[in-house]
């Protein structure tokens, strides 16, 4: 699974900004977790590598290492939805402190 | 081939020959026969195009961009109440640089509602970033289906291009009309190549969101490339007048102006009936002069000062108003005379507002008005002094 790094944002000059509005994909600068209030929390006994978050995810931030889903806290914004789609049961929300 | 077409079957004529790969339009009255038209050809055969049926002319227009975003040549068509439906996804298609080309049909806007031609519904929309042409007839409706596309696409401008057709007095009024061939169109529009595309071998990320530190970038570079449509305007109608013979005149068309004390600035199919008059009014000593504007943007500024400088009078009738002000046609026109130091007295006469008849004695009177210095400064045709205040 190819994800784009975060990288140094550029400064834009003139020169740099297209004509049309679009750019090479994966510039990626910044993280964007800060407005989470629950984070999903992975059983690694109960997961059972089934792969449905990882398809329902809206921002793409799961990924299954090992046959387990591996979260991506830099980008996951806790909507929950694959605690909600998870039939084992194996990702539980978590009030962030 | 000459053929007997209304407005709008010469303008599918004209979209046939430029052979677009996606048309997406929801039909209103009365733009309705340039997509009957176009869903014909596809269906026959003789247009090798992807007809999509969408359910509104917001998806009409978003359709046509996802199409431009995956490198093909995109069509659609709207009038009146379809424009403003899709207004939002204009300013999307043209802040997205996709050269898409729209037939718009005039017509007024509700309520009370009305299917008949004005030109506020485009003229409401001239911020969007689009290129807006102005037909005057079928044969010219045709043409610009052609030469819109070639404009729009062309490397250094790569903007959207609007075509507007007075509704009925155009759409529907048939002409005789030289459809060319198709081999001549292919040697006329290359076929459409962008770098502006969703693409396996590049990956793009397309259409986001800009901040505060480039956002104006991406307008100024959106509005520098309207400019750069102007030596493109002329290069096209160079090379249409090479392959087809007829010769356009650019951002405008003068008519008798060189030595005219008195011109009528418009737009759109009342020109030629303008044009009548004012040689009415030669034979009687009156020396009258029609300016009809082609390109409302990008504008024709310094075109219509330079036209007009000479004049005693000027007047700029059309088929707008911008209520709480003055018709936004006259607004354009006076801000270029002042911006060029042009004094010429200029008078504003709204008609035709919800498919009203503009007669013949009407123009007579526009002329009369500014040539005996008893117009107002923005005159209402049809309604009478003490009721216009």
């Given at each position: 699974m190819?994800?784009?790094t975060?990288?140094e944002?550029?400064?834009?000059?003139f020169?740099?900004v297209?004509?049309?509005?679009?750019f090479?994909?994966?510039y990626?600068?910044?993280?964007?977790?800060?407005w989470?209030s629950?984070?999903?929390?992975?059983?690694?006994?109960?997961?059972?590598g089934?792969?449905?978050?990882?398809?329902?995810?809206?921002?793409?931030?799961?990924?299954?290492?090992?046959?387990?889903?591996v979260?991506?806290?830099?980008f996951?914004?806790?909507?929950?939805?694959?605690?909600?789609?998870?039939?084992p049961?194996?990702i539980g929300?978590?009030?962030?402190? | 081939?000459?053929?007997?077409?209304?407005g709008?079957?010469?303008?599918?004529?004209?979209?046939?020959?430029?052979?677009p790969?996606?048309?997406?339009?929801?039909?209103?009255?009365?733009?309705?026969?340039?997509v009957?038209?176009l869903?014909e050809?596809?269906?026959?055969g003789s247009?090798?195009?992807?007809?999509?049926?969408v359910?509104?002319?917001?998806s009409?227009?978003?359709?046509?961009m996802?199409a431009?975003?995956?490198?093909?040549?995109a069509f659609t068509a709207t009038?009146?109440?379809?424009?403003?439906?899709?207004a939002?996804c204009?300013?999307?298609?043209?802040?997205?640089?996709?050269?898409i080309?729209m037939?718009?049909?005039?017509?007024s806007t509700?309520l009370p509602?009305n299917?008949y031609?004005?030109q506020?519904?485009?003229?409401?929309q001239?911020d969007?970033?689009?290129?807006q042409?102005?037909a005057?007839?079928a044969q010219?409706?045709?043409?610009?289906?052609?030469?819109?596309?070639?404009?729009?696409e062309?490397?250094t401008?790569?903007t959207p291009f609007?075509v507007n057709?007075?509704?009925?007095?155009l759409?529907?009024?048939?002409?005789?009309?030289d459809?060319?061939?198709p081999?001549q169109?292919?040697?006329?529009?290359?076929?459409?190549?962008?770098?502006?595309?969703?693409?396996?071998?590049?990956?793009k990320?397309?259409?986001?969101?800009?901040?505060p530190?480039t956002?104006?970038?991406?307008?100024?570079?959106?509005?520098a490339?309207?400019?750069?449509?102007?030596?493109v305007?002329r290069e096209?109608?160079?090379k249409?007048?090479?392959i087809?013979g007829r010769?356009?005149?650019?951002l405008?068309?003068a008519?008798?102006t060189?030595?005219?004390e008195?011109?009528?600035i418009?737009l759109g199919?009342?020109?030629?009936?303008?044009?009548?008059?004012?040689?009415?009014l030669?034979e009687?000593g009156?020396?009258a002069?029609v300016l009809?504007?082609?390109?409302?943007?990008p504008?024709?500024?310094?075109?219509?000062?330079e036209t007009?400088?000479q004049?005693?009078?000027?007047?700029?009738?059309e088929?707008?108003?911008?209520?709480?002000?003055?018709?936004?046609?006259?607004?354009n026109v006076?801000?270029?005379?002042?911006?060029?130091?042009?004094?010429?007295?200029?008078?504003?006469?709204?008609?035709?507002l919800?498919?009203?008849?503009i007669?013949?004695?009407?123009?007579i009177?526009?002329f009369?008005k500014?040539q005996s210095?008893?117009?107002s400064?923005?005159?209402?045709?049809?309604?009478?002094?003490?009721?216009?205040?």
């Open positions: 190819i994800k784009p975060v990288r944002k550029k400064v834009f000059g020169a740099d297209p004509e049309d509005t679009s090479e994909a994966g990626l600068v910044s993280v964007n977790s800060g989470r629950i984070r999903p929390v992975v059983s690694t006994e109960k997961c059972i089934c792969m449905q978050c990882y398809l329902y995810c809206p921002d793409g931030v799961i990924s299954i290492q090992e046959n387990k889903a979260i991506d806290y830099d996951c914004k806790g909507c929950g939805i694959c605690s909600k789609i998870c039939k049961g194996a929300m978590e009030r962030e402190r | 081939m000459e053929k007997f077409l209304s709008d079957e010469a303008f599918a004529e004209g979209i046939r020959l430029a052979c790969e996606v048309i997406s339009a929801y039909p209103i009255t009365p733009q309705t026969i340039v009957e038209k869903s050809m596809v269906e026959d247009l090798d195009a992807e007809f999509i049926h359910e509104s002319e917001h009409a227009l978003s359709c046509a996802g431009s975003a995956a490198g093909v040549r009038s009146s109440q379809g424009l403003l439906y899709m939002e204009l300013y999307y298609a043209s802040g997205g640089r996709f050269p080309v037939m718009n049909a005039n017509r509700a509602w299917i031609g004005d506020r519904d485009s003229l409401s001239l969007s970033g689009w290129i042409a102005y005057e007839n010219e409706s045709l043409d610009l289906a052609l030469m819109s596309y070639y404009i729009a062309h490397k401008v790569s609007m057709l007075d509704g009925f007095i759409t529907h009024t048939y002409e005789q009309v459809v060319p061939e081999e169109a292919k040697k006329f529009l290359p076929p459409y190549e962008t770098e502006n595309k969703l693409d396996l071998d590049n990956p990320n397309m259409a986001f969101s800009a901040g530190d956002n104006y970038i991406f307008k100024y570079k959106e509005h490339a309207m400019f750069r449509a102007i030596p305007i096209a109608e160079a249409f007048a090479e087809f010769q356009y005149t650019g405008t068309d008519y008798k060189e030595d005219a008195y011109i009528l418009t199919s009342i020109a030629g009936l303008c044009r009548e008059i004012a040689d009415t030669r009687k009156i020396k002069g009809r504007i082609r390109y409302m943007r504008f024709p500024a310094e075109e219509i000062a007009v400088k004049a005693k009078a000027v007047a700029v009738l088929k707008d108003i911008s209520f709480g002000n003055e018709g936004t046609v006259f607004t006076n801000s270029a005379l002042h911006s060029a130091g042009v004094t010429v007295p200029a008078y504003n006469f709204i008609g035709g919800g498919g009203r008849n007669s013949h004695q009407n123009i009177e526009i009369e500014i210095g008893t117009a400064r923005v005159n209402f045709i049809g309604i009478e002094e003490g009721e216009n205040s």
